[in-house]
């Protein structure tokens, strides 16, 4: 079934990598913790022009100016935030074709789901083991439409989409940062919150041109990675390039149907909740009364209707031994 070859191309000193810092990621991290970073690449001898981030979307347009300029390997020091924006400018840009370019993520963010779903360490001195390791995997990308300000819009996720209560979470999160809380815990003090206010929505859910769901729902993601929320396994049977999306709809629960199931959430059990459904498919739609709002890798991008379709195998990215070894299994 694996027919993906893994490449591991040699990192030569010639290569030259552009850096993407977010100074920000982490609560702070990405700009405390580069200059340990920046010495740790050199002492690896890889070769690299480093560049922070100063306000959002910074991330894509680097990207496009450094592929643009010749570059083709590219570092991001970040979370799961800038790893988007990074991968969005992936697609902008139109020098060479996505597939092209390769990414590698050191992670500094507060979540860091991506990097779980490819064995990524969080320790600095591997994750740089792993880029001049450089074994490297095309993976696929959700190309996410939505509506935003009256105009059709596209964003394109590296990891997974949420739509209704997961949306929600991250817009309270984010008020909650801008007064402030930051760290883990907010996100989890987020969702408790967000859990006793949301309202599910009348929701319809074709896939592949099928009609799947037509009922109140609570939350859906959709995506190509196992993990979101910081280490919750929402789509624990996603293939990173299988050519399909992974779907998980929650319906309407007590909060007690959660509490007393908590572990499933995170130990990859989550369908043997009775009131969570799983698909797949290359091409999902989303309609809803009222509208629902989406977020993407974490980011809040507009509401529905939303269509999602599959981008099979477009994102180069470095992995780890340990990713490589599942896949043999």
Request: charged share 25%.
């Amino acid at each position: 079934m694996r027919e993906q070859v893994i490449d591991r191309p040699t990192v030569e000193s010639s290569v030259r990598w552009f850096v993407v810092v977010n100074p920000i990621s982490g609560s702070g991290k990405g700009l405390d913790d580069f200059p340990l970073i920046s010495k740790l690449l050199r002492d690896n001898g890889i070769r690299c022009e480093s560049v922070f981030t100063e306000h959002k979307c910074h991330a894509t347009e680097l990207t496009v100016s450094a592929i643009n300029s010749g570059y083709r390997h590219i570092i991001v020091v970040g979370g799961d935030g800038t790893l988007h924006e990074v991968v969005n400018g992936l697609f902008i840009q139109k020098s060479v074709e996505p597939s092209e370019v390769t990414i590698a993520v050191i992670a500094v963010g507060t979540g860091n789901d991506w990097i779980r779903m490819f064995g990524i360490p969080t320790r600095y001195s591997e994750a740089i083991r792993a880029i001049k390791e450089g074994y490297t995997f095309l993976q696929d990308v959700a190309a996410v439409e939505y509506e935003e300000s009256m105009y059709r819009q596209v964003r394109y996720a590296a990891n997974v989409a949420g739509v209704g209560f997961d949306a929600a979470v991250i817009e309270s999160l984010q008020r909650m940062r801008n007064k402030g809380c930051k760290g883990k815990s907010s996100y989890l003090r987020a969702l408790i919150k967000t859990f006793f206010r949301y309202k599910p929505t009348g929701t319809k859910i074709w896939v592949d041109g099928r009609l799947m769901y037509n009922n109140l729902m609570l939350s859906m993601a959709i995506g190509v990675g196992k993990y979101n929320g910081g280490g919750i396994q929402q789509l624990p049977e996603a293939v990173a390039d299988d050519g399909l999306l992974d779907i998980t709809i929650i319906r309407p629960l007590h909060w007690w149907n959660i509490i007393f199931r908590l572990k499933r959430l995170f130990n990859g059990n989550i369908y043997t909740i009775g009131h969570v459904l799983h698909a797949k498919g290359k091409h999902i739609r989303v309609e809803s009364s009222p509208e629902l709002p989406l977020e993407v890798d974490g980011e809040l991008y507009g509401h529905s209707p939303i269509e999602i379709r599959n981008v099979h195998r477009e994102v180069r990215v470095i992995v780890n031994r340990s990713f490589l070894k599942k896949l043999k299994e």
